[in-house]
């Protein structure tokens, strides 16, 4: 039997699949008419394409909000041949990829109706930005401490490894800059190994005392700066189900930064109580500090991988950026939460919720 004969051949589908499929594709499918009239829509479309509910016998024109997707049926009709548009729709911060395919009765003959094909590509792009700009943060801060390398290296064999006088001092430099490179590398390594989920968790009933005693490790750095370090648990803290390195180091995390971001003569404060939120018992830590603080803007944005405020990009070998994106995920992993409250000028608080062992 030939293919045009009329009754479907034995690889045609048979209409109440292809609407069982239709009804569920992810990708968003519109008939349209040679007349530009809407003969079908499945649900994605109608999402996508933020269609109106009645559609029946619809101008396309009057029913999608882009006007370059009538134009690519236009195109389509007009023997232009399948048409692929990358559309972005700002008011619903999607990116779409448009299809315009020609449907015709035979090969030769000219189109009567155009399939449109609509794909969401909106988490696609931001991961491909994602991507772009981790690259771009990584060579960054790599290039720094490299550049500073070669030229104390080039400077040494210049003549300087012969001045015992200086020799010492960018040697010494040279071990600085390695270890902030070595820094950044093992944090990009746990960054890495947390987002994968390959985290070993060992979540024990953990007593905050042995947090307070991973920050007390911090305490030499603090009394160089003439710091005060505090703490104010509250004795009815019950333990926190949680793996202890890791939180040890997301409070030690927590301290340095405090210690780093305040003056002389500051006082950084870690607190720990219990509390009940939604039937769940919490155990809430605060840091707590009378540092620079981070101006309303740039909240949003410090637990971002490479993410420094204004005032602290400028210092150089202060740290990579990564620390509070590790400290995130951390305790993400652990079921709790973290947020920041600041007064530029003032000082911050880091907050962090942790399910307690009870
Ligand atoms: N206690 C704080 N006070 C003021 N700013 C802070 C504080 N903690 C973090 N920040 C800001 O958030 C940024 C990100 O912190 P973090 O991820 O730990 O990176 P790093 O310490 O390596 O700079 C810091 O560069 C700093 O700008
Ligand atoms: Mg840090």
């Excluded at 499929?21 to 992810?26: G, S």
């Excluded at 005392?209 to 703490?231: F, G, I, K, N």
């Excluded at 909240?299 to 204004?310: A, C, I, N, P, Q």
């Excluded at 939460?337 to 919720?353: A, H």
Aim: aromatic share 2%.
């Amino acid at each position: 039997m030939p293919p045009d004969a009329g009754a479907p051949g034995p690889s045609a589908l048979p209409v109440r699949l292809l609407d069982a499929v239709a009804e569920r594709l992810e990708e968003g499918l519109v008939v349209v008419g040679a007349d530009h009239r809407l003969r079908f829509a499945n649900p994605a479309a109608r999402v996508l394409l933020r269609l109106p509910d009645a559609l029946e016998g619809r101008r396309l024109e009057d029913a999608v909000q882009d006007y370059r997707i009538p134009l690519m049926v236009t195109a389509c009709l007009g023997g232009a041949g399948e048409v692929v548009r990358e559309l972005d729709d700002p008011a619903a911060a999607r990116h779409l990829v448009v299809r315009a395919v020609p449907v015709a009765e035979t090969a030769a003959a000219a189109p009567v109706e155009v399939a449109l094909l609509v794909r969401d590509e909106t988490r696609l792009r931001r991961l491909e930005t994602v991507r772009r700009d981790f690259v771009a943060n990584v060579s960054h801060e790599l290039r720094t401490p490299v550049t500073a390398i070669q030229l104390l290296v080039e400077t040494l064999l210049g003549g300087a490894l012969e001045d015992t006088s200086v020799a010492g001092e960018f040697v010494s430099k040279i071990g600085l800059e390695t270890a902030h490179m070595a820094q950044m590398v093992a944090e990009l390594i746990e960054l890495s190994t947390i987002e994968s989920g390959r985290l070993p968790l060992r979540p024990v009933p953990t007593p905050v005392q042995d947090l307070v005693a991973a920050a007390e490790r911090l305490r030499p750095l603090a009394d160089e700066r003439h710091q005060e370090l505090r703490h104010d648990v509250d004795p009815a803290t019950p333990a926190i189900l949680g793996d202890p390195s890791r939180l040890g180091q997301v409070v030690r995390n927590l301290v340095h930064n405090a210690i780093k971001y305040t003056p002389v003569g500051g006082v950084i404060t870690l607190s720990a109580r219990g509390r009940t939120q939604r039937g769940r018992e919490l155990v809430e830590l605060r840091v707590s500090d009378t540092g620079c603080g981070i101006a309303p803007e740039e909240l949003g944005r410090v637990f971002e991988r490479f993410y420094k405020t204004d005032r602290s990009r400028g210092r150089d070998g202060e740290g990579t950026g990564l620390g509070l994106a590790i400290a995130r995920h951390t305790v993400e992993a652990h079921g709790g939460s973290i947020e920041v409250e600041s007064t530029p000028g003032v000082g911050s608080v880091f907050i962090v919720r942790l399910p307690g062992a009870v």
